[in-house]
């Protein structure tokens, strides 16, 4: 029986977390919110967690070390401390908050010498597949294809762009052997210059309860490819973060990310 502690378990993501792993009936479920919440101690609806049981939320300062996996979707100030908790405890860790600096980067990274962890910031089998076509399409278009990404995603969300939007830029400036903070580009309101195809242009909404949509454009003269990936539900996410929950257990200690667990990785 694995033992999945989840953050953040009362939040819009975390209930879809708390949805899908009280399904598996290979996992116990512990569920963690902030200290100081007011909802510590009250037992998450049965709507959520269907036949599995009462589970009652946890304050976080209560995690221990018999957790095999914990997953933290919250924001990254909470997940520093998290973080500390899990390599204290020696606890395996499931990671997709966004918003990161460069230097919560680098905790990250440290951390992942003393346990295992899967970062990513978009657990959608879908957006990892499309991680691999951009490749693809960056690598075979020509040199003076247009590139840019356009992201949506509901009113709450704080960062912009999106990890995932950043993630598929970083795709594709990998496929084309560039810096991707060299050549991204996310506001053109002060230019008067002509589009540079040696860039990647970003566009971004919030509106409304838009849970996520992400295109790629490949644009010469001519024709147009436009890859997308829409989102209607948090769950999709939430069953690629138990899929990463269940491989991880079983990893040496290192960084991972999704296309590890999906076995997409060359």
């Known amino acids: 029986m694995n033992q999945i502690g989840i953050f953040g378990a009362n939040g819009r993501m975390g209930r879809a977390l708390l949805e899908v792993v009280s399904k598996d009936q290979n996992s116990e479920l512990i569920a963690f919110c902030r200290t100081g919440s007011e909802h510590i101690g009250t037992e998450v609806s049965a709507t959520i967690l269907g036949a599995k049981g009462k589970i009652v939320l946890e304050d976080e300062n ?3 070390d018999n957790i095999d996996v914990l997953i933290d979707f919250t924001l990254p100030q909470g997940l520093k401390k998290h973080l500390a908790d899990a390599v204290k405890n020696k606890t395996a860790m499931v990671i997709g908050t966004t918003g990161l600096t460069t230097e919560d980067m680098i905790e990250l990274d440290q951390a992942s010498k003393e346990i295992p962890i899967v970062f990513s910031r978009n657990y959608s089998v879908g957006i990892n597949v499309l991680l691999n076509l951009v490749k693809t399409a960056a690598t075979t278009l020509g040199d003076d294809v247009d590139i840019e990404i356009f992201e949506a995603h509901h009113r709450n969300k704080i960062d912009a762009p999106s990890g995932t939007a950043l993630a598929i830029g970083e795709s ?11 050549v991204a580009k996310y506001d053109r309101s002060h230019d008067e210059i002509e589009k540079n195809q040696n860039e990647i242009g970003y566009s971004v909404v919030r509106a409304g309860d838009i849970v996520g949509e992400h295109t790629a454009y490949f644009a010469t003269m001519g024709e147009r490819l436009e890859l997308t990936h829409k989102a209607s539900s948090r769950i999709t996410f939430a069953q690629g973060a138990s899929r990463a929950a269940a491989w991880l257990k079983n990893q040496p200690v290192g960084l991972y990310s999704m296309q590890d667990v999906l076995g997409l990785t060359k």
Do not use: F, Y
């Open 172 to 182: 594709i400036a990998d496929a084309k052997g560039w810096e991707h903070d060299e």
């Open 62 to 64: 209560t995690v221990k």
